[in-house]
Structures are given as C-alpha cells and as structure tokens.
C-alpha cells in the first residue's frame, strides 16, 4: 500500500507515468540530452574520483532528484530543507549522511562542502532573495556550484499543503552567463510551454519527450529556447 506520504510531490502527475520513470530512470540519466543526464554530468570529474567529496543540497526536498542521481558511494551528503514531511521521505532513502531542517536562505556553516547543489529552489525565492541565495551558494562551495531552475516564466502554484512550492520569480540564461556560470538547457519550451504535459496527456507524453530529446542539439546553440537550465560554476577555494 502506498501511504500518503510516499506519494507527496506527485500531484498533478500521472502515477502510471511515474511507475514508468522509476523503471526507466537508470536509462534517462545515461542518455546526453535528458535533464537527468545533463544534472548529472555537471558533476564532471567528481564522478569519476575514489576521494571523499562532500556535497550540500541546499533545498533537498525528499531527496527524489537526488536519488535518481546514483552519485557515487564517495559523495558524503548533507540535506537542507525547510519542510519537515519532505526531510521524513528524504531520511528513508538512505543516500543522505545528515539532514537539516532549515530554511535554505539562513543556513551557514563554517565548513565549506566542495560541490553545493541547489535543484530547484532558486524560482522559489523572489529576485532579491534569489541573488543573496547565489551568493551564499558560492561562499558554501570550495569547488563547484550547480544550480537547476526553469527559464523565464514557469508559474507553479502551492501543493503538498507546502507554501514554499510557489514560484516567485524568473531568471534567464544571460543572468546567468554574466555572473560566470556555463548553461546547458533542456526541454523545449515551445514544445512543454507552461503546462503540465504529463497531467493533460498521461503515458502519450513519452511523445513528448521523445521530440524533445531529438531536438536538443538546437538548445545548445539556442539555450535560451529550453524550459529548464542546469547551470555550472567551478569555485577555487579552500576548505
């Protein structure tokens, strides 16, 4: 039986739908051209190392996004999150070795993480919060900084009975570019527009998504076009 719960963060998806991701999850984060391939790739040669790395999920949520990372065992992972029936999810899947509950924009800590993620939280924020959060995102890091959030407008209303789902603001890809941070984008946006493809089509928006996989390529000369950037800064500095 599934509890209530276990389905938090599902609403306004199709379950079926998800069933289907969760098998084929292993499969989407191998492929170049699909957000999860993309996110994961912006690790880079910290996949591929046998030293410890630490890293900070500074908005974790209930850990799904990171769970179906498959980081490797050597990452060493701390959870920040403001809402408590979140971190509850998040502490069962077992990837995290510590979870905080904390409102993202206040959390501070004297030791630097060498990788800080933040999937996702940015839109969440209104712009003067959203440059500060930045900021304190890279003063966090010792090595890189990655940060996910759609492009332009992408209205999202409160669910989970969570008011922090709300989405206040939008940033672009040139803000971005300007503050040092190497884009990769994702998702057509003329394609997936502003509504939820899954919720109005169900299992027939693997044609979707098939049509935005094969139209990828034309993100990386245009990323302004995508739905979604995946945004990567290199950090030099010492723990």
Not at 84 to 90: D, G, Q, T
Request: net charge positive.
């Amino acid at each position: 039986m599934v509890s209530r719960m276990d389905r938090m963060g599902e609403e306004g998806t199709n379950l079926l739908v998800t069933k289907i991701d969760n098998i084929l999850m292993s499969f989407y984060k191998k492929l170049p051209f699909t957000y999860l391939g993309i996110l994961r790739k912006s690790f880079g040669k910290y996949l591929h190392t046998s030293d410890q790395i630490t890293l900070l999920d500074l908005g974790c949520g209930d850990g799904t996004m990171l769970e179906r990372l498959e980081l490797p065992g050597n990452f060493v992972i701390t959870g920040v999150d403001i809402f408590e029936p979140y971190l509850k999810i998040a502490k069962r899947k077992g990837i995290y070795k510590r979870l905080i509950k904390r409102d993202a924009r206040l959390f501070n800590s004297r030791n630097k993480f060498d990788i800080v993620l933040a999937s996702h939280v940015l839109e969440h924020l209104t712009k003067t919060q959203g440059i500060k959060f930045i900021k304190k995102l890279e003063n966090l890091a010792c090595k890189s900084v990655i940060i996910a959030t759609p492009i332009g407008d992408l209205p999202q209303d409160e669910y989970d009975s969570n008011p922090n789902q709300i989405h206040q603001s939008e940033w672009s890809v040139l803000e971005f570019k300007d503050m040092g941070y190497k884009i990769n984008s994702q998702g057509l946006k003329l394609l997936w527009g502003n509504q939820n493809i899954v919720k109005e089509y169900g299992i027939f928006s693997y044609v979707f998504f098939l049509i935005s996989t094969l139209s990828q390529p034309l993100l990386r000369i245009f990323p302004n076009l995508g739905t979604y950037m995946i945004c990567y800064k290199e950090i030099a500095r010492k723990r």
